[in-house]
């Protein structure tokens, strides 16, 4: 079992459900604000942030590869220092974003980039950290964060097996077991169709950890179907109106959608329950309603069972129909109204 803060994360309980602001408060410390409001009014567990400068995170350099030409992503034409420039929270907010979500009852915590955020992050005493899936191959990152002792949630976007199996032995080897791993497409948005949900469950068996979605997909379904398939940590990032624009607002969930993502995971985890069979509890009522054997005519002692004066009907208080055919031909050895269920005790000889 790993608790991050007061909330334990496993397949008992259920989906802890992180609400990523990222660069959606578009440099406003007063929208960031409200998008902590925003987050605590829907109903998840955990507001997170990401922990970075535009210096510790790549160079002041606006040609070549240090520019975005990819067609198809939301970022062309921008340079990676400008991106993150616009992108970063400043890491004076960080107190104020933290304390104003403890207030309405949510976890905070953030995804640093570089060692000395982490040693940022130590002063405001997070609860937990998360490795973003552009940093999951970063060793030293990985071993710094892993020496705090706190739960790491690492994303596993582009990462081989051979990559996870490094990152995850990196942070044992330190001596912190409590590892989740999140299923992540890095693409944004992504599609259902590459989401590969499929490996959820191998990633589960093969590395041992709890296991989670990072979703950039638009819409709810693809984590609901992720808790059906066991994952117990959903991370969406969300807005408070896509129209509003910003780096990540297209494929950022709206405050109704988010709420909607709490409801539903929630559902999907209830749903799971047991391996059973049988009648529930909640369904023994409905037994009733089962097709049985009932008298459809008046008898008397003596009379034969036919296919004229024996039925099977509902409600189900008689013999069940399998004994149809087994009770045709048989007396009855008393009186009966139309409407008497059937009986072994009614038949003559048994």
Not at 134 to 145: A, G, S, T, Y
Request: proline share 4%.
């Amino acid at each position: 079992m790993i608790k991050i803060g007061h909330k334990e994360i496993g397949r008992h309980t259920k989906p802890f459900i992180i609400a990523e602001m990222s660069g959606n408060h578009n440099q406003s410390l007063e929208r960031a604000l409200h998008l902590v409001e925003i987050a605590a009014e829907s109903g998840v567990d955990a507001l997170k942030l990401q922990t970075y400068t535009p210096d510790t995170i790549t160079l002041d350099i606006h040609t070549g590869e240090f520019f975005i030409q990819n067609d198809s992503s939301l970022w062309k034409g921008n340079s990676l220092y400008n991106l993150y420039k616009e992108a970063y929270t400043p890491w004076e907010w960080h107190k104020a974003i933290f304390d104003r979500a403890n207030e309405l009852g949510l976890l905070a915590f953030s995804s640093p980039f570089d060692e000395t955020a982490v040693d940022f992050l130590e002063t405001l005493n997070v609860p937990a950290y998360k490795i973003a899936s552009f940093e999951n191959v970063d060793i030293p990152l990985i071993r710094k964060v892993a020496k705090t002792g706190k739960p790491i949630i690492i994303s596993t976007g582009m990462a081989t097996v051979a990559e996870l199996d490094e990152a995850v032995q990196a942070a044992r080897a330190e001596g912190n077991h409590q590892i989740i791993l999140l299923k992540c497409t890095s693409t944004y948005p992504a599609t259902p169709a590459n989401s590969n949900l499929a490996t959820i469950s191998h990633m589960h068996d093969l590395f041992g950890t709890e296991i989670g979605l990072s979703d950039h997909t638009m819409g709810v379904g693809v984590s609901v179907a992720a808790v059906a398939l066991g994952a117990t940590v959903i991370e969406k990032h969300f807005t408070t109106s896509r129209a509003d624009g910003g780096v990540d607002s297209a494929f950022s969930m709206e405050p109704h959608e988010l709420e909607m993502l709490v409801e539903e995971t929630k559902r999907a985890w209830q749903s799971l329950g047991e391996i059973k069979y049988g009648p529930t509890e909640a369904e023994k009522p409905s037994l009733l309603h089962r097709r049985s054997l009932y008298v459809s005519q008046d008898l008397r002692a003596g009379d034969i069972l036919t296919v004229e004066n024996l039925r099977n009907v509902r409600p189900g208080l008689g013999l069940p129909t399998k004994y149809y055919d087994l009770v045709l031909g048989k007396a009855i050895k008393k009186d009966v109204v139309k409407g008497t269920p059937l009986s072994w005790d009614l038949l003559l000889g048994e």
